[in-house]
């Protein structure tokens, strides 16, 4: 009964999220899947093809770039600090992260890895100068990067230091959000494949979520209050199956104990999700080529927001401000 009353509840809240995703541009054939939202007003993108794209008036227009030399690139992940100042990352080998201060005229390489097999997935920054990026397993075990100076130069982690991957596990280059800081100097990350895992500095955990393929297990972690001194424990993972991407089945968990017990939504997402978020102490979005979902009760229910799809979903730093990102170009902001 309190779980039919619940979802009355939630139901009775649609009208809050009606309407929600008004679409900001889309038409060139890129696919967007870095995203970073410094304030209400400026937002930055990047994607395939060597492709960068800016807004400094909340996504009403847009200055779009490809990055020189690097016109086959795909860029999967982007941090950017202020109108001017960004920091990109290329995934395939050889793999390469630079760093614009001119508000992307012109791009330094500031980090370059050719090794075979090198995959760069997705990459955090704890605040303008601490970042981390990790990768998909090179001689097993994943790979990890530091920066110290806002992205200026990079760090490898020493190979012993490295967290071991078992036989079929990955990483998904998918939103730049499998891999977030946990408090002011710590950070995690999810896995997928075979095994789907979440690696920090202590005990691996076995994820729920569904595994045992090269196109399952998790692709998104959020984090209540991650970037306040005091760890809430409170995570919430998504993923599924990219190859069924309207399947529900074992697609999205949540831990209100730094993982040692998790649940599986009431309601789950509408498919399979390569991106979740926290907008607000209770409320989340998250995306998928199917669609976009929304939650007002920390993931235990979720209502289809949009049947459009989109990579990728981050909140402004600074503001209110929630923006997506996806394929065909495409970039969406929530309503209020």
């Not at 800081?181 to 920090?200: I, M, Y």
């Not at 045992?212 to 998104?220: E, F, H, L, R």
């Not at 599986?264 to 209770?282: K, N």
């Amino acid at each position: 009964m309190r779980a039919f009353l619940l979802l009355i509840i939630v139901l009775n809240q649609f009208p809050v999220f009606s309407q929600q995703i008004k679409l900001l541009h889309s038409g060139n054939k890129i696919s967007l899947r870095g995203l970073s939202v410094v304030n209400d007003r400026v937002v930055w993108v990047s994607g395939s093809k060597g492709t960068v794209g800016r807004s400094l008036d909340s996504g009403r227009t847009w200055k779009w770039m490809i990055v020189k030399g690097f016109e086959k690139s795909d860029f999967r992940d982007i941090e950017a600090f202020d109108a001017v100042t960004a920091v990109l990352m290329a995934i395939d080998e050889p793999a390469h992260i630079l760093k614009t201060v001119d508000g992307g005229n012109t791009w330094k390489v500031v980090y370059k890895n050719d090794t075979k097999g090198m995959f760069l997935d997705a990459m955090e920054f704890w605040n303008e100068q601490s970042g981390i990026v990790i990768g998909d397993p090179v001689a097993g075990r994943f790979f990890i990067c530091r920066s110290f100076d806002g992205g200026s130069t990079w760090r490898e982690i020493s190979r012993e230091n490295l967290p071991v991957a078992d036989s079929g596990e990955a990483c998904f280059a998918a939103s730049g959000t499998n891999v977030r800081s946990l408090n002011l100097s710590e950070a995690c990350f999810v896995t997928g494949g075979n095994r789907s895992r979440l690696l920090w500095k202590r005990e691996p955990v076995l994820l729920p979520i569904i595994q045992g393929k090269p196109s399952t297990g998790a692709n998104s972690i959020a984090i209540r209050d991650s970037k306040k001194r005091k760890q809430s424990g409170y995570f919430v993972v998504v993923g599924g199956d990219y190859l069924q991407d309207t399947l529900t089945d074992k697609n999205c968990f949540i831990t209100k104990d730094a993982g040692k017990t998790w649940m599986a939504p009431a309601t789950p997402p509408h498919g399979y999700r390569s991106c979740v978020e926290f907008i607000g102490p209770q409320k989340l979005i998250t995306c998928g080529p199917s669609g976009v979902d929304v939650s007002i009760d920390g993931g235990m229910n979720w209502i289809s927001a949009s049947a459009t799809g989109f990579h990728v979903s981050r909140k402004a730093k600074s503001g209110k401000s929630v923006f997506l990102a996806g394929s065909d170009g495409r970039i969406g902001i929530l309503n209020p």
